[in-house]
């Protein structure tokens, strides 16, 4: 069993950033890989960026959704048992609930492949 907490959402301006952060609980954190995902209003949950349970000296596998390529960072710090989103240059269709979620196995991009979900963090965007 593995618990998430998100946290470091909030309203920001376009163009401003932010850090969230996913601490996890319960279990051996590095031996997951990690995922954000977002859902908007109305709208369905959505792959935004994942990182592999593996640390090489590159700092890991990683990947984005196109929509977030090039403006969100994945980052994982094991030691903490903690992992993070960095998104820069945002912009108003980033408004949405991010949610970080554990890699159980299938595609990366895909909701039901993380079998552990976070409560979420409101990210909203001003123009």
């Known amino acids: 069993q593995v618990q998430l907490v998100e946290s470091g959402g909030g309203l920001v301006q376009a163009g401003g950033s932010l850090r969230l952060s996913c601490a996890a609980s319960?279990?051996?954190?590095?031996?997951?890989?990690m995922g954000w995902f977002r859902q908007a209003p109305g709208k369905e949950r959505e792959f935004v960026a994942y990182i592999s349970s593996r640390i090489s000296w590159s700092g890991g596998v990683t990947y984005y959704a196109d929509s977030v390529k090039g403006r969100f960072t994945i980052s994982r710090d094991n030691a903490k048992d903690t992992f993070y989103l960095q998104m820069n240059s945002l912009k108003p269709e980033d408004t949405a609930v991010y949610y970080c979620?554990?890699?159980?196995?299938?595609?990366?991009?895909?909701?039901?492949?993380?079998?552990?979900w976070g409560q979420g963090t409101q990210v909203t965007v001003s123009s």
């Open positions: 319960g279990h051996t954190f590095s031996m997951y890989a």
């Open positions: 979620a554990a890699h159980a196995s299938g595609s990366y991009y895909q909701a039901p492949s993380y079998d552990y």
